[in-house]
């Protein structure tokens, strides 16, 4: 998400979406063959995925073909052909710059309709017990609270998964913030951290995001920090704001997206919300229920939905 940063995209204020990507006049629509579709460690995506794959498999009649790594890999394997597309792509404006604007082999395949906003949280016991913790500064007020061993130095600030890209450590050393990071090793040991801190009423901070299905679950409580102002985060060393907010797109192989495979048409206009996500991801970690289950109960709920995604094919 980041590696994510967090952790998008094209950001909102970029105005609007980049023209679709279409196959070159006369180029006659193939038969769909195999898709080669990217799938990065964290299960919003996974929710991307299992949607996106049953379609092509079920109704398209593809062959879908998984690559499961780390956001900069698919980059690295998008621009060389080894993957065809990356459904949910969290910002790397690094990235769409060398292979999207200067070598032309990547293409931004449409937004994904989901909203991403990364940031640091508290569990909701916290934000009732403590009502200015949400504001970064008074974090020092209450930093001895997060000390996982007693004679340490300063509180623990959670991350994730750590190829997630994220700004924590320069924050917390540009705002002065008596914290430091602390990998738990993946988005799956996160939501266990948070889990415990608000069943047991643990002290608990740390990086986290939006869609994400825990947040119906355990409503945590956003941290203020300095407002997100376009380029304030240019810099990696001097970052001194919150995360940019984020219109989640999805990114291909050039060569893909004109080939006249209907797969094609199926990436560029899938389109759904973070409730929808939510749901999905939802049924896969929580409920038990298969990838391929999860996406049948959605997409039997909403046929008119899927539909709309084939036209074209």
């Known amino acids: ?10 950001l909102a204020a970029c105005g609007s979406p980049a023209p679709a990507v279409v196959p070159a006049p006369g180029v006659p629509t193939t038969g769909c063959g195999t898709v ?5 460690p964290w299960v919003g995506y996974a929710a991307d995925l299992a949607v996106v794959s049953y379609v092509a498999r079920h109704q398209l009649g593809c062959k879908v073909a998984v690559k499961s790594e780390s956001e900069v890999d698919s980059w ?12 949910e792509s969290w910002g790397h404006d690094d990235l769409k710059k060398r292979y999207v604007d200067e070598q032309k ?12 906003v990364i940031g640091w949280y508290v569990p909701p016991w916290m934000a009732k017990q403590y009502p200015d913790i949400t504001d970064w500064k008074n974090l020092n007020k209450y930093a001895d609270l997060f000390k996982a061993k007693k004679g340490q130095d ?62 119906a679950e355990v409503p945590l409580a956003h941290i203020d920090l300095p407002q997100y102002t376009p380029g304030c985060d240019a810099d990696p060393k001097t970052v001194a704001c919150d ?16 080939s006249g495979s209907p797969a094609a048409t199926l990436v560029r206009n899938f389109r759904w919300t973070n409730d929808d996500q939510n749901q999905v991801a939802g049924d896969m970690t929580d409920r038990g229920l298969s990838a391929d289950q999860a996406a049948k109960k959605w997409l039997d709920a909403h046929q008119a939905a899927w539909r709309a995604w084939l036209v074209g094919t």
């Open 76 to 87: 690295k394997h998008l621009a060389s052909g080894q993957v065809d597309v990356i459904l």
């Open 154 to 215: 300063k509180g623990e600030f959670l991350d994730g998964d750590p190829t997630f890209v994220t700004n924590d450590a320069a924050l917390m050393k540009n705002l002065h913030v008596n914290l430091t990071v602390t990998y738990t090793g993946s988005e799956d040991a996160l939501i266990a951290a948070f889990r415990k801190g608000e069943q047991q009423h643990k002290p608990v901070i740390g990086y986290f995001y939006s869609p994400q299905w825990l947040l």
């Open 36 to 40: 080669t579709i990217a799938n990065n």
């Open 105 to 116: 082999v990547i293409v931004e395949a449409g937004l994904t309709g989901n909203k991403g």
């Open 243 to 258: 995360y940019q907010p984020y219109d989640l797109d999805k990114i291909a192989n050039r060569k893909f997206m004109v």
């Open 1 to 10: 998400m980041a590696a994510l940063t967090a952790a998008g995209l094209a």
